[in-house]
T-cell receptor, first 112, second 116 residues
Framework: DAKTTQPPSMDCAEGRAANLPCNHSTISGNEYVYWYRQIHSQGPQYIIHGLKNNETNEMASLIITEDRKSSTLILPHATLRDTAVYYCIVRVAGDNFNKFYFGSGTKLNVKP | DADVTQTPRNRITKTGKRIMLECSQTKGHDRMYWYRQDPGLGLQLIYYSFDVKDINKGEISDGYSVSRQAQAKFSLSLESAIPNQTALYFC???????????????FGDGTRLSIL
């Protein structure tokens, strides 16, 4: 049970912002939203995470709606190297550690 | 992530053989995990460990065993490999951020295992 819904694929022009949506309508108040990406056959790479406030780091920005039922990952200036599968993950509450359920993700194709 | 190293990177073997996949980390994390990934699917948790004395089964532990030899080392074994264990295997580490229960996981680059 991935607890999140993402579109299977998206296209983005190189240099433009890539906005990847994620729905997590059953999220609990103490659950974080994490984003990872996986470039072909490599290990998943941590991007960013947040609880309720918007977050920004050197890789991306995370916008979480006020009701926390959805979020958007923003890559401000996509490059060809950003082509990857992006996973939105809600950490499962109730465990005393953080079990990550990776669903099918969104395949982002950055085109020249 | 060069801080989490998996060996071997690729392995082809035959049904019935015993296989060991190794993971070592220099991040100083207490928590380590083994996942498998099948083509076109997400990751499934096999085993996880909070520290050297703690081992726990994940969703798909049947047919697998693990050993936590030290804080930095966590190995996965297939006692008698079967073809449906052909997959990409990932090791990951994590530790809670101080004062929170928030802990991103950091992954190795995986072991591609093929069982004929």
């Amino acid at each position: 049970d991935a607890k999140t819904t993402q579109p299977p694929s998206m296209d983005c022009a190189e240099g433009r912002a890539a906005n990847l949506p994620c729905n997590h309508s059953t999220i609990s108040g103490n659950e974080y939203v994490y984003w990872y990406r996986q470039i072909h056959s490599q290990g998943p790479q941590y991007i960013i995470h947040g609880l309720k406030n918007n977050e920004t780091n050197e890789m991306a920005s995370l916008i979480i709606t006020e009701d926390r039922k959805s979020s958007t990952l923003i890559l401000p200036h996509a490059t060809l190297r950003d082509t990857a599968v992006y996973y939105c993950i809600v950490r499962v509450a109730g465990d005393n550690f953080n079990k990550f359920y990776f669903g099918s993700g969104t395949k982002l194709n950055v085109k020249p | 992530d060069a801080d989490v190293t998996q060996t071997p990177r690729n392995r082809i073997t035959k049904t019935g053989k015993r296989i060991m996949l190794e993971c070592s980390q220099t991040k100083g994390h207490d928590r380590m995990y083994w996942y498998r990934q099948d083509p076109g699917l997400g990751l499934q948790l096999i085993y996880y460990s909070f520290d050297v004395k703690d081992i726990n089964k994940g969703e798909i532990s049947d047919g697998y065993s693990v050993s936590r030899q030290a804080q930095a080392k966590f190995s996965l074994s297939l006692e008698s490999a079967i073809p449906n264990q052909t997959a990409l295997y990932f090791c990951a580490t994590s530790d809670p951020r101080p004062g929170t229960d928030d802990q991103p996981q950091h992954f190795g680059d995986g072991t591609r295992l093929s069982i004929l």
